[in-house]
């Protein structure tokens, strides 16, 4: 009988979605409240695949590469093979092998073979990864901003191509032969390349000064430091991508072993513990947050330090101080808005007509003030290590939000959304890292 109550207790939790649950041995969200997050982001997954022969968009062609392409989202958005957007996902669990195999191989067939300066006169220098690929000639778009090949590389977007996708191509093979344990997938060449050869050139492909690994861009020779804020402009030591760079280090490192070649994965393993000790000391700010930048817009960065916590970056006494601030900025307002998440909390916002100091958007619009859903997972993992009644509190608001305005409800709803703003402004619908990205945390930070 003990037993049988027991169970029955357990089966009402987990149904219940409406309250937060105030335990701090309970977990973030209830059994009900995963299985919605799973569930809804295996259906934009589905919606989010280009089959072959299929068009993403009218105006846009068929996918003629051969195989199936997840594109960042469902509906109208973004009709293209992104990089970063589909390697966020990959933590999901969700991604066949063999639709990761085809798009980690498309990656490297359209790595830059050679060094070439665009129409606009910025570089893409060899080695470097796409930001996004077309559909329908596979032809390979280094920048932001356009899917032409002939107008692509404007100032706008920087002289030289994101530095995030670099290493996102690292987790790419990382997550695929970390699912398979396909090793000889690193040996197979593309272009006479091996891929192992092309991950490390990719990775030597961001720009760093000579007396440390940070990554690094000035004004004049600028490349975006992540597509997710691809309309500012960040300079200086970069703390996103040398937060990517940090993992692409352990990542090359574990595939180097699988290799039995310990030389070079001691190697990378270096370079991953001389960033652990740099990102603290450079970035870090008086409350325990990490700036985005030691240049322009050098702003403290809800993403870098969230992420940089749940990468074990930070530690002891400043993990505490760093998670407690994230944690008040979440209860006094100034963090999230319906369980979305701010690039920068609005305490911080350069001005009154900005939140980052250079900006294409409007303020409280897309990258510069609205809220996003990509991040709460690094978010809620960072909270809720001083305080689990916090963050089941935001992972209910980032689950009631979804639920209200699922998509699947019908064409006048939207989630999960990019991002949105209380102003009303949303933009998006049907965005996958919105809810891959978390749902990737979740399922780790839960077992």
Known sequence: ??????????????????????????????????????????????????????EAAKGFGPNNTGGILIRPGGRDCYPAFWIRDYAMSLESGLIPPEEQRHMLQLTASTQCNQSWITQ???????????????????????????????????????????????????????MYVKTTADRSIL?????????????????????SRSHN?????????????FGFRDVQVITGDLCFPSLLKYRASHELAWLFKQ????QQAESYTHTADKLKELIPLVFLDSRGMLKASTGRSSQADVWSTALAVHLGILEEETLEKTCLFLTNAY?????????????????????????????????NTYQNGAYWGTPVGWVVDAISRVNREAAQKLV?????????????????????YECFHPSGNRQNPVYLTSVASPYGVFRKIMK
């Open 120 to 174: 606009g006169g910025s570089l893409i220098p060899y080695g470097a990864i796409a930001d996004h690929i077309r559909v329908d000639d596979g032809r390979p778009i280094y920048f932001p901003g356009t899917y032409s090949y002939e107008e692509q590389g404007v100032p706008e977007f920087g002289t030289l191509p994101p530095i995030s996708d670099q290493f996102f191509f690292v987790h790419m093979a990382y």
């Open 259 to 262: 290799l039995g070649l310990s």
């Open 187 to 207: 040996h197979s060449e593309t272009n006479g390349l091996t891929l192992i050869k092309r991950l490390e050139l990719a990775y030597r492909t961001a720009t």
């Open 331 to 363: 209860l006094d307002g100034t963090l999230a808005y319906r369980g979305n998440i701010r690039h920068i909390l609005t305490s911080d916002d350069f001005s009154e007509t900005t939140a980052w100091e250079i900006s294409l958007a409007q303020k």
């Open 1 to 54: 009988m003990k037993i049988i109550t027991t169970l029955f207790s357990f089966f009402l939790m987990t149904q219940v979605h409406s309250q937060p649950i105030n335990n701090e041995f309970a977990p973030l969200l209830s059994l009900a409240d995963f299985q919605f997050l799973k569930k809804m982001t295996e259906d934009v997954l589905e919606s989010s695949r280009i089959y072959p022969g299929e």
């Open 213 to 225: 690994p940070l990554v690094y861009t000035t004004e004049h020779l600028r490349g975006v430091d």
């Open 396 to 416: 209910l608001e980032y689950i009631s939000e979804l639920r209200e305005n699922d998509y699947r409800k019908g064409v006048e709803y939207g989630a999960p």
